[in-house]
């Protein structure tokens, strides 16, 4: 996935967000099959528990076998059909969710080679807001940041000042 460019700095924003809010003694479960960040995680002495591949828009048995503190959506949301199913579905309290934001002077991304490499979604802040308050979860604290590239053009440009990556810490909101 990385072959050529590796994401240190939303790895680094990633991190420092996730250890913020949560202490290495709470469990992780990382949607998603391991992958480099997953891996960090367990490296900083967290405790992850990633899927395992299944496709979560038809299989949410993880939610049911798999009883966590924190639940982890880094990079995953915008790959999903229906992500509404699957915030109903999570049991754990606590939940982190970073998506790729909308860029308005970029289309969708789609990968002609790989069926799983392909943004459903391109959400804007407030429609990942929307949906978390809609399924019950209320956001304690959020971020963004850009991700600038060293390429020469309009949209190289644009990237050093438009911010491209959202980040969330939310908890499930209490039924009275």
């Not at 591949?53 to 915008?78: H, P, R, S, W, Y």
């Amino acid at each position: 996935m990385y072959e050529k460019t590796f994401p240190n700095k939303r790895f680094k924003h990633t991190l420092e967000f996730l250890k913020k809010h949560i202490s290495t003694s709470e469990t992780i479960l990382d949607l998603g099959v391991e992958n480099p960040f997953s891996k960090i995680m367990k490296q900083e002495g967290f405790s992850v528990i990633n899927t395992t591949g299944e496709d979560l828009d038809g299989n949410q048995n993880v939610f049911q076998n798999q009883k966590t503190d924190v639940v982890t959506a880094f990079e995953i949301f915008e790959h999903l059909l229906n992500p509404y199913t699957i915030l109903n579905e999570i049991k754990s309290e606590k939940l982190f969710i970073s998506i790729p934001m909308r860029l308005w002077f970029s289309p969708a991304y789609r990968s002609k080679t790989d069926m799983w490499d392909r943004h459903y979604h391109e959400f804007e802040d407030w429609q990942l807001d929307w949906l978390l308050e809609k399924t019950g979860w209320k956001i304690i604290d959020r971020q963004k940041w850009t991700n600038p590239v060293n390429k020469i053009g309009i949209r190289p440009f644009l990237r050093k000042f438009v911010n491209r990556y959202y980040i969330i810490y939310a908890e499930k909101q209490k039924i009275s």
